[in-house]
T-cell receptor, first 110, second 115 residues
Framework: DAKTTQPNSMESNEEEPVHLPCNHSTISGTDYIHWYRQLPSQGPEYVIHGLTSNVNNRMASLAIAEDRKSSTLILHRATLRDAAVYYCILRTDSWGKLQFGAGTQVVVTP | DAGVIQSPRHEVTEMGQEVTLRCKPISGHNSLFWYRQTMMRGLELLIYFNNNVPIDDSGMPEDRFSAKMPNASFSTLKIQPSEPRDSAVYFC?????????????FGSGTRLTVV
């Protein structure tokens, strides 16, 4: 399975954007890029996913590099409730299973 | 939509006892996954099912662990006999399909403590 690399932690001020990078240099053409987050004492929560094009939803935006070897999750205005561990994961197109890494701990300060 | 439902939320048991964790996936989802989370090892995939059939159980730690999915709306993860090192939070997740274009929905987890 292709691996991803994320920073261990990032800090942001409330109401400012947060850009979370993810490197996946060994990604294959059929791998989807998924992002999940896990708030304290809760199960992981789906955030967004994409294949080649940038994606937007009510939670976040996903910017995918043209060569697909990296991507960035964008939280447009961080709130205290966005403090969580964010996981960037590749899911293969067939029988794809999510293998979680260590993720990025996002700290939001008032 | 009630989401993925797991029971019990908390389980405390003595070493050597049998433990059964339960999961009800979202109706219509045909893929189901069991994960375990500890501070030391993070989130580990134990087993996953597609259309009630186990596809990959390579993450099951040892023979003491077994999982079943008798129908599309129910799955169990059983540990017999339980050991203190099995203490963890166990999550169940379901997905609309096995392809990469589908996201997972996780349950709230079962916190297992083996004393």
């Amino acid at each position: 399975d292709a691996k991803t690399t994320q920073p261990n932690s990032m800090e942001s001020n409330e109401e400012e954007p947060v850009h979370l990078p993810c490197n996946h240099s060994t990604i294959s053409g059929t791998d989807y890029i998924h992002w999940y987050r896990q708030l304290p004492s809760q199960g992981p929560e789906y955030v967004i996913h994409g294949l080649t094009s940038n994606v937007n939803n009510r939670m976040a935006s996903l910017a995918i590099a043209e060569d697909r070897k990296s991507s960035t999750l964008i939280l447009h205005r961080a709130t205290l409730r966005d403090a969580a561990v964010y996981y960037c994961i590749l899911r293969t197109d067939s029988w794809g299973k999510l293998q979680f890494g260590a993720g990025t701990q996002v700290v939001v300060t008032p | 939509d009630a989401g993925v439902i797991q029971s019990p939320r908390h389980e405390v048991t003595e070493m050597g006892q049998e433990v059964t964790l339960r999961c009800k996936p979202i109706s219509g989802h045909n893929s189901l996954f069991w994960y375990r989370q500890t501070m030391m090892r993070g989130l580990e995939l134990l087993i996953y099912f597609n259309n009630n059939v186990p596809i990959d159980d390579s993450g099951m730690p040892e023979d003491r662990f077994s999982a079943k999915m008798p129908n599309a709306s129910f799955s169990t993860l059983k540990i017999q006999p339980s050991e203190p090192r099995d203490s963890a939070v166990y999550f169940c997740a379901s997905s609309l399909g096995s392809e990469g274009n589908y996201g997972y929905t996780f349950g709230s987890g079962t916190r297992l403590t083996v004393v």
